[in-house]
């Protein structure tokens, strides 16, 4: 009985429940006109669901996310692992993702509006500058923590520097690699849902935007909640895949 409940799904459980129960006593309360309870929440999100503006809207949000998310996975993590490895790459980019990722970035979607238009390329790029940075930093300080006695090992059994890269290298900077992969994609998603409110209202953006402006305060949370609710399920997805191919002992505790 113990072990139920210190298990990590029991205690995601309980702290679901909460976050929710809490939730629902301040709509109650109320602590605004314009804060449903989360029954209320519920309701208007199946009503949108059944009724399909749900699912009309998705397709508009998902295109530039995932263009946006794949292009700063490859690119970040390659370039991460390229900084980490070649001490000039490292010396010319860090500086450089260090800005990026402490400078207030959605202030530079107004400038890519004025320079690509309202169309997919600002939304895709509006996704890279939220996302890459995390990714690049990840990967850089992951290379460059590598054990350096596991590189020694390598060369010693007179492994290639390919090799060494390969077999040693990115295996042992997978955790870290991934944990950049699962914040970055958390940023991806915040810069999509900034591109939709600031650009153009288009997919889950203009539900958002539109049912607050009708007061349907209701529908605005649940539009809310199911974007988060996407957020959640693709780090998820994130974490598992890297049970899979990196980390298969974590596996058998999951």
């Known amino acids: 009985m ?17 976050v929710f129960s809490f939730w629902e006593y301040l709509g109650r309360i109320p602590i605004s006109p314009a804060f449903p309870t989360f029954l209320e929440t ?17 397709p508009a949000t998902f295109q530039p996310l995932l263009i946006g998310l794949f292009i700063s996975s ?9 900084m980490g490895l070649n001490h000039r790459a490292e010396w010319f980019g860090a500086p450089v993702f260090i800005v990026l990722q402490s400078a ?38 992951a290379v460059r923590h590598t054990p350096v006695t596991m590189i020694e090992m390598g060369a010693s059994y007179l492994g290639s520097r390919w090799q060494i890269v390969m077999k040693i290298v990115i295996p042992a900077a997978s955790p870290v690699i991934y944990a950049g992969l ?5 940023m991806g998603f915040i810069g999509a849902i900034l591109a939709e409110l600031l650009i153009t209202p288009t997919g889950i953006g203009d539900l958002i935007t539109y049912n607050q402006s009708i007061a349907e305060y209701a529908k605005m949370y649940a539009a809310i909640f199911s974007i988060m609710v996407f957020a959640v399920i ?17 596996r058998v505790s999951q």
């Open 42 to 58: 519920m309701a208007a999100l199946w009503e949108m669901i059944t009724d399909g503006s749900m699912a009309a809207v998705y």
């Open 182 to 186: 699962r914040l970055g994609a958390a």
């Open 234 to 250: 693709f780090i998820e997805i994130l974490e598992r895949t890297e049970y899979i191919f990196f980390r298969p002992d974590k």
């Open 104 to 141: 207030p970035l959605a202030a530079l979607i107004p400038l890519l509006t004025f320079a690509y238009g309202i169309g997919l390329t600002s939304k895709v790029l509006t996704v890279c500058i939220m996302s890459m940075p995390v990714i690049v930093l990840n990967a850089y300080s």
């Open 2 to 18: 113990k072990s139920f409940f210190t298990h990590p799904l029991t205690l995601r459980v309980i702290s679901v429940v909460i």
């Open 74 to 82: 490859f690119f970040g993590i390659a370039c991460g692992i390229f």
